[in-house]
């Protein structure tokens, strides 16, 4: 498989081969899907709670009398047909959301995630990508230069200037390749690659 290797105009300049393994592989919907979901469920922390019906504060004394009134039965407010009531199965903090993924699994997913934006022209490589100082406008001109509006930079090493220039912009993520994730390759519209970060992608996904 062959990707776009572009210059710092966004100008492609050659071509770069990349292993089909990671690359070339068929797009499938319902792994990649799978994977998608995972990783949301394992970022979710279970830190809601609810109170069932021994948890309301409340009185134990009979609303009314059993008979002769007319109404439904009652025996506590605290019933979870009550306003104000408990609930019949409330949220706990220890609530487990966390999917399992086999790691197989996971990068084929990447891989599937990779191939489809290689097929859509979303993805392309460029040889470095730095700027002098830890300015979100010069990070901004540079990104703009390149013709790239929303993009997911991906480095085989975080830069300091990158980190602190980028992190104001909504539209524009950099992370190292240990931080990639599906998520952020499908959200952004384009990804653009350092040719160290490519290597790392086939050490660790290959």
């Given at each position: 498989m062959e990707?776009?290797?572009i210059n710092d105009q966004g100008v492609e300049a050659s071509r770069l081969q990349a292993p089909d393994l990671l690359f070339g592989r068929e797009y499938n919907e319902a792994l990649v899907h799978q994977v998608l979901v995972a990783y949301q469920a394992n970022a979710r922390s279970g830190n809601r709670a609810q109170k069932d019906r021994g948890d309301v504060r409340h009185t134990?004394?009979?609303?009314?009398?059993q008979?002769?009134?007319g109404r439904a039965r009652a025996g506590m407010s605290s019933s979870p047909i009550?306003?104000?009531g408990g609930r019949v199965f409330p949220s706990s903090p220890s609530e487990n959301f966390s999917h399992k993924l086999n790691r197989k699994m996971y990068r084929a997913g990447m891989a599937a995630i990779l191939s489809q934006l290689v097929r859509e022209d979303r993805l392309a490589v460029v040889a470095g990508f730095s700027i002098e100082a830890p300015k979100t406008k010069l990070f901004a001109a540079k990104i703009k230069s390149m013709g790239y509006d929303s993009v997911l930079v991906i480095t085989d090493e975080l830069e300091e200037n990158l980190f602190l220039a980028s992190r104001n912009l909504p539209n524009v993520l950099v992370v190292?390749?240990?931080q990639a994730d599906p998520v952020s390759l499908v959200r952004f519209a384009k990804v653009l690659v350092t040719q160290g970060a490519l290597a790392k992608f086939e050490e660790i996904l290959g």
């Amino acid at each position: 498989m062959e990707l776009k290797l572009i210059n710092d105009q966004g100008v492609e300049a050659s071509r770069l081969q990349a292993p089909d393994l990671l690359f070339g592989r068929e797009y499938n919907e319902a792994l990649v899907h799978q994977v998608l979901v995972a990783y949301q469920a394992n970022a979710r922390s279970g830190n809601r709670a609810q109170k069932d019906r021994g948890d309301v504060r409340h009185t134990t004394k009979k609303p009314w009398r059993q008979k002769g009134t007319g109404r439904a039965r009652a025996g506590m407010s605290s019933s979870p047909i009550w306003r104000g009531g408990g609930r019949v199965f409330p949220s706990s903090p220890s609530e487990n959301f966390s999917h399992k993924l086999n790691r197989k699994m996971y990068r084929a997913g990447m891989a599937a995630i990779l191939s489809q934006l290689v097929r859509e022209d979303r993805l392309a490589v460029v040889a470095g990508f730095s700027i002098e100082a830890p300015k979100t406008k010069l990070f901004a001109a540079k990104i703009k230069s390149m013709g790239y509006d929303s993009v997911l930079v991906i480095t085989d090493e975080l830069e300091e200037n990158l980190f602190l220039a980028s992190r104001n912009l909504p539209n524009v993520l950099v992370v190292e390749v240990q931080q990639a994730d599906p998520v952020s390759l499908v959200r952004f519209a384009k990804v653009l690659v350092t040719q160290g970060a490519l290597a790392k992608f086939e050490e660790i996904l290959g």
